[in-house]
């Protein structure tokens, strides 16, 4: 059961690395510079008693042991702390917006994943020609562009000049819809920073997809395929594309830590009411429980996508059971 | 019947300084249930002629003239999809140094399978089943079928390499090298195979190695190729016990003997030339003891003397 131990090996890692992230999490909010109580209550009229009793309040008077206990067991409940700004706990503020969130991540990733592999596919594929050229020189502009850029250059000409699409938020203010209507005005709403998303990340698997269809189309197995007299497309399909996606599928893993940063900044354009903009906003608040929590998340997912991916793999190479892959 | 006819084939690889004749006006033909070899030193065009067979050059090599007449058609002349329905069943070919030929992430049985399945009306089930047979026919157990090719050793990617270009009852099939780079042993095992199943399946076959004392038990006649050009021709037994042109009996003294028969080697001094620019008159002339100075300007046309046919000035 060689599949069973590679699974339980990578299982062990992802674990370890949790543990690591979140004494690492505990320790860069105490390293940090500013005093979270002030930043809270900013009032000069507030007193130094008040400010202590606060301290009590959130732990913050106990040695630095004393808080990390308290943090590992508050964590070990589910406990991810009580947000200074919003007052009300961190699990809570990010439970609210994890939804808005993942629905925008996964139709991005989704729609430029395909796409990127896609495109990219067809230019290894012809490597060289017309075609490559322009799906190269496309994808190399996309990437080049960060998020940001290009969602406030999308909401200029689609939001502001054709007036194509809304300027922001995930529904119409007081519009009152429900059921498919709703649905529909979400969609509406989450084209311009999906897409924002989707053009930069888009660029980086055609990239990928493309350098790795250039390496296989070399290969000894493809000149077999050949020499076998398959028609074009059963050489692409099960002997090009299968192997090209090995290290698309890898990368993607890596990726999805990229993809945080860009949907930090899609959401901020957007005014996208998602961890993002929750990330954005606890910065400016100097929030550092709710801060905490989010960067929790983020590694969390980040260790859970490679895990996944690690998973996949096993699907798709079989060399990886025995370690035969990756010399 | 000549199931092969090679007229004057040219094969050039277009190279920055020129094209480099790889092939050169060579003509040789192989009938039916015959096995042809094909010997020559690294470089000679061996290769380049069996790719140029399947019509299969890759840049920048370009076929630059002659004929490759297979069953009554041209090769040179057939469409894309002629050439599709051509190549993995009336010709195949098993490469030289073909450790990544199979495809990693593929069973061996499916990579047997889908050969047939693209070449003849029949159905999944029926196509797993050949090519479990193909499998114990080239002495892979059926057992294995659904192992991968990181799980096989050198030997047995090269018999499963064997039942793929088997599997579609070929009217031709090419074996390009097949044992070069694998160890002695799996050497004398994977001839052994191919000389049983040359007998068993009739194959005709065109087997290419570098060196006599491989082919000198698997072929019937045996073609020495040097530098583009054809050297010399003639029935296998014959060639090897009177070997005329100067360049066949230097091959033969500087190969060991596969059998295990002691002999003294002496290897030949030089190597290849260049095929940009490759020498005036005999191109084997500059690394031969016997040239004069018509070797070194004329070049020699394919004679007939005591049934081999040889290009050489100084054979009488
Ligand atoms: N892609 C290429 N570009 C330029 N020259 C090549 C290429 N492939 C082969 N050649 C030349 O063609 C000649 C014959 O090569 P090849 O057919 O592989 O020889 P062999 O199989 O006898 O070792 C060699 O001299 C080699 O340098
Ligand atoms: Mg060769």
Same mark, same amino acid.
């Given at each position: 059961?060689?599949?069973?131990?590679?699974?339980?090996?990578?299982?062990?890692?992802?674990?370890?690395?949790?543990?690591?992230?979140?004494?690492?999490?505990?320790?860069?909010?105490?390293?940090?510079?500013?005093?979270? $109580?002030?930043?809270?209550?900013?009032?000069?009229?507030?007193?130094?008693?008040?400010?202590?009793?606060? /301290?009590?309040?959130?732990?913050?008077?106990?040695?630095?042991?004393?808080?990390?206990?308290?943090?590992?067991?508050?964590?070990?409940?589910?406990?991810?702390?009580?947000?200074?700004?919003?007052? /009300?706990?961190?699990?809570?503020?990010?439970?609210?917006?994890?939804?808005?969130?993942? $629905?925008?991540?996964?139709?991005?990733?989704?729609?430029?994943?395909?796409?990127?592999?896609?495109?990219?596919?067809?230019?290894?594929?012809?490597?060289?020609?017309?075609?490559?050229?322009?799906?190269?020189?496309?994808?190399?502009?996309?990437?080049?562009?960060?998020?940001?850029?290009?969602?406030?250059?999308?909401?200029?000409?689609?939001?502001?000049?054709?007036?194509?699409?809304?300027?922001?938020?995930?529904?119409?203010?007081?519009?009152?819809?429900?059921?498919?209507?709703?649905?529909?005005?979400?969609?509406?709403?989450?084209?311009?920073?999906?897409?924002?998303?989707?053009?930069?990340?888009?660029?980086?698997?055609?990239?990928?997809? /493309?350098?790795?269809?250039?390496?296989?189309?070399?290969?000894? =197995?493809?000149?077999?395929?050949?020499?076998? %007299?398959?028609?074009?497309?059963?050489?692409?399909?099960?002997?090009?594309?299968?192997?090209?996606?090995?290290?698309?599928?890898?990368?993607?893993?890596?990726?999805?830590?990229?993809?945080?940063?860009?949907? $930090?900044?899609?959401?901020?354009?957007?005014?996208?009411? %998602?961890?993002?903009?929750?990330?954005?906003?606890?910065?400016?608040?100097?929030? =550092?429980?709710?801060?905490?929590?989010?960067?929790?998340?983020?590694?969390?997912?980040?260790?859970?996508?490679?895990?996944?991916?690690?998973?996949?793999?096993?699907? $798709?190479?079989?060399?990886?059971?025995?370690?035969?892959?990756?010399? | 019947?000549?199931?092969?006819?090679?007229?004057?084939?040219?094969?050039?690889?277009?190279?920055?300084?020129?094209?480099?004749?790889?092939?050169?006006?060579?003509?040789?033909?192989?009938?039916?249930?015959?096995? @042809?070899?094909?010997?020559? *030193?690294?470089?000679?065009?061996?290769?380049?002629?069996?790719?140029?067979?399947?019509?299969?050059?890759?840049?920048?090599?370009?076929?630059? &003239?002659?004929?490759?007449?297979?069953? &009554?058609?041209?090769?040179?002349?057939?469409?894309? &999809?002629?050439?599709?329905?051509?190549?993995?069943? *009336?010709?195949?070919?098993?490469?030289? *140094?073909?450790?990544?030929?199979?495809?990693? @992430?593929?069973?061996?049985?499916?990579?047997?399978?889908?050969?047939?399945?693209?070449? *003849?009306?029949?159905?999944?089930? #029926?196509?797993?089943?050949?090519?479990?047979?193909?499998?114990?026919?080239?002495?892979?157990?059926?057992?294995?079928?659904?192992?991968?090719?990181?799980?096989?050793?050198?030997?047995?990617?090269?018999?499963?390499?064997?039942?793929?270009?088997? #599997?579609?009852?070929?009217?031709?099939?090419?074996?390009?090298?097949?044992?070069?780079?694998?160890?002695?042993?799996?050497?004398?095992?994977?001839?052994?195979?191919?000389?049983?199943?040359?007998?068993?399946?009739?194959?005709?076959?065109?087997?290419? #190695?570098?060196?006599?004392?491989? @082919?000198?038990?698997?072929?019937?006649?045996?073609?020495?190729?040097?530098?583009?050009?054809?050297?010399?021709?003639?029935?296998?037994?014959?060639?090897?016990?009177?070997?005329?042109?100067?360049?066949?009996?230097?091959?033969?003294?500087?190969?060991?003997?596969?059998?295990?028969?002691?002999?003294?080697?002496?290897?030949?001094?030089?190597?290849?030339?260049?095929?940009?620019?490759?020498?005036?008159?005999?191109?084997?002339?500059?690394?031969?003891?016997?040239?004069?100075?018509?070797?070194?300007?004329?070049?020699?046309?394919?004679?007939?003397?005591? &049934?081999?046919?040889?290009?050489?000035?100084?054979?009488?």
């Amino acid at each position: 059961m060689k599949t069973l131990q590679f699974i339980l090996k990578k299982l062990t890692g992802a674990l370890i690395t949790i543990v690591a992230i979140a004494i690492a999490n505990f320790a860069i909010f105490r390293i940090a510079p500013g005093d979270p $109580i002030r930043m809270m209550f900013k009032d000069p009229r507030v007193s130094t008693e008040q400010l202590q009793a606060m /301290r009590v309040k959130f732990g913050l008077d106990k040695s630095i042991g004393g808080q990390f206990i308290d943090y590992v067991k508050q964590l070990l409940h589910g406990n991810l702390g009580f947000s200074f700004w919003q007052k /009300r706990p961190v699990a809570d503020v990010i439970g609210d917006r994890i939804g808005q969130t993942l $629905i925008l991540v996964v139709t991005a990733l989704v729609i430029a994943t395909t796409l990127g592999i896609i495109l990219g596919a067809i230019s290894g594929w012809r490597n060289g020609s017309k075609t490559d050229r322009t799906i190269l020189s496309l994808s190399l502009v996309l990437y080049s562009i960060p998020t940001f850029a290009m969602g406030i250059l999308l909401l200029l000409v689609f939001g502001f000049i054709l007036l194509l699409f809304p300027l922001g938020g995930i529904t119409t203010p007081a519009s009152g819809f429900t059921g498919f209507m709703y649905l529909k005005d979400v969609l509406w709403h989450m084209v311009l920073p999906a897409f924002s998303i989707v053009l930069w990340y888009v660029g980086e698997y055609i990239l990928l997809t /493309r350098s790795s269809m250039v390496e296989v189309m070399d290969q000894d =197995y493809i000149v077999t395929a050949r020499s076998k %007299g398959l028609r074009e497309s059963v050489i692409l399909r099960k002997h090009a594309l299968r192997n090209a996606l090995l290290p698309v599928v890898t990368l993607s893993g890596v990726n999805f830590a990229f993809a945080i940063a860009g949907v $930090i900044e899609a959401e901020t354009v957007f005014s996208w009411p %998602g961890i993002g903009r929750l990330t954005y906003d606890a910065v400016m608040k100097r929030d =550092y429980p709710l801060l905490q929590g989010i960067f929790l998340l983020f590694a969390v997912s980040v260790v859970v996508a490679n895990f996944i991916v690690d998973l996949i793999y096993t699907r $798709i190479d079989p060399r990886i059971k025995t370690g035969a892959a990756h010399e | 019947m000549n199931i092969l006819e090679i007229k004057d084939l040219k094969v050039y690889y277009m190279t920055k300084n020129g094209p480099a004749k790889a092939v050169d006006s060579i003509s040789f033909s192989v009938e039916k249930n015959k096995t @042809v070899g094909l010997i020559g *030193e690294s470089g000679c065009g061996k290769t380049t002629t069996a790719r140029a067979i399947m019509n299969f050059v890759k840049e920048p090599g370009e076929i630059a &003239g002659g004929e490759i007449i297979f069953n &009554g058609r041209n090769i040179l002349n057939l469409s894309d &999809g002629e050439l599709r329905a051509l190549r993995g069943k *009336e010709i195949t070919i098993v490469r030289q *140094e073909a450790q990544n030929a199979l495809n990693p @992430v593929m069973t061996i049985g499916d990579q047997i399978a889908e050969v047939i399945l693209e070449h *003849e009306r029949i159905d999944k089930k #029926a196509a797993w089943q050949r090519a479990e047979k193909q499998l114990d026919l080239v002495g892979i157990s059926h057992k294995r079928a659904k192992t991968f090719p990181h799980e096989m050793s050198g030997g047995m990617r090269q018999r499963g390499m064997i039942a793929i270009a088997t #599997a579609c009852n070929p009217d031709f099939i090419i074996m390009d090298e097949p044992i070069t780079g694998l160890d002695v042993i799996v050497q004398r095992q994977l001839l052994t195979l191919i000389n049983d199943l040359r007998n068993r399946l009739n194959l005709t076959a065109l087997f290419i #190695a570098h060196d006599l004392s491989v @082919v000198s038990e698997t072929c019937d006649e045996v073609v020495v190729m040097y530098a583009g050009k054809i050297m010399e021709k003639a029935d296998v037994v014959s060639l090897y016990q009177n070997p005329l042109h100067p360049y066949t009996k230097a091959l033969i003294h500087s190969y060991p003997s596969i059998r295990g028969e002691r002999r003294k080697l002496k290897s030949i001094p030089g190597s290849p030339p260049l095929l940009v620019n490759p020498p005036e008159g005999c191109r084997f002339h500059p690394r031969c003891e016997f040239a004069t100075d018509l070797c070194r300007t004329v070049e020699p046309e394919i004679r007939r003397i005591n &049934g081999h046919s040889v290009a050489c000035h100084i054979v009488k």
